[in-house]
């Protein structure tokens, strides 16, 4: 199983960006899939997560109505769109997934992206 994210970079504070998570080895269709980030010197927070038909998200606080998760199971791919990026935005996200349903608990996904990093200056 591998999952890939791809599209992080360096931001303004307001600005938007995307990134997606490619996923290979797996059911895809059949998997919750999550986005988590970690920013330097904290742990891994959740971030948001999308139920394996797309029908379910859910958000932390600190970014509902600011950020969107979706998905393509065709084309085996998770996006999280970031609207009005603010610096504490700043950290590695991290895609993840597992069956079952969905999840906010590090530990109850079971496999995990390397992680992309998206920088936010004020």
């Known amino acids: 199983v591998q999952l890939q994210a791809s599209g992080g970079g360096l931001v303004q504070a307001g600005d938007s960006l995307s990134v997606s998570c490619a996923f290979s080895g797996l059911t895809f269709s059949r998997a919750a899939a999550g986005w988590f980030r970690q920013a330097p010197g904290k742990g891994r927070e959740f971030v948001g997560s999308?139920?394996?038909?797309?029908?379910?998200?859910d958000y932390a606080d600190s970014v509902k109505g600011r950020f969107t998760i979706s998905r393509d199971n065709a084309k085996n791919l998770v996006y999280l769109q970031m609207n009005s990026l603010k610096p504490e935005d700043t950290a590695v996200y991290y895609c993840?997934?597992?069956?079952?349903?969905?999840?906010?608990?590090?530990?109850?996904?079971?496999?995990w992206g390397q992680g992309t990093l998206v920088t936010v200056s004020s």
């Open positions: 993840a997934t597992k069956y079952l349903g969905t999840s906010r608990r590090t530990s109850e996904y079971t496999y």
């Open positions: 999308i139920s394996w038909n797309g029908s379910s998200t």
